[in-house]
């Protein structure tokens, strides 16, 4: 019923900048935090950076200082913002949003379909 879309990957080169997007679609709903994560070849999804309705965030040790995580609370929008871009930051990035349902009637967790970033050096 809740769907996020997400946008933003590409290619770039080491020290390049992306930002990431995602939305979150439909109604009956109270986002508690968003965020986003990855998945580098061959490793586990790991968090990368998350945020809450009150605004308080949370880096990876690896990007703080070089990602930013943004929310419209109003919009339901996250936004990552990813500066001097690394080559191990390669990774299919993932929109997470967790929130209560009134229409399913309950706390749930979505994620996005995942957006590719390469950084090649």
């Known amino acids: 019923q809740v769907q996020l879309v997400e946008s933003g990957g590409g290619l770039v080169q080491a020290g390049d900048s992306l930002t990431l997007s995602c939305a979150a679609s439909?109604?009956?709903?109270?986002?508690?935090?968003m965020g986003w994560y990855r998945q580098a070849l061959g490793k586990q999804r790991e968090s990368v950076a998350i945020?809450?309705?009150?605004?308080?965030?949370n880096y990876a040790d690896s990007v703080k200082g070089r990602f930013t995580i943004s929310r419209d609370n109003a919009k339901n929008t996250v936004d990552l913002q990813m500066n001097s871009l690394k080559p191990e930051d390669t990774a299919v990035y993932y929109c997470?949003?967790?929130?209560?349902?009134?229409?399913?009637?309950?706390?749930?967790?979505?994620w996005g379909q995942g957006t590719q970033v390469t950084v090649s050096s």
């Open positions: 439909g109604r009956h709903f109270s986002i508690n935090a």
């Open positions: 997470k949003v967790d929130l209560f349902d009134t229409v399913l009637g309950g706390s749930y967790r979505y």
């Open positions: 945020i809450t309705s009150a605004g308080s965030t």
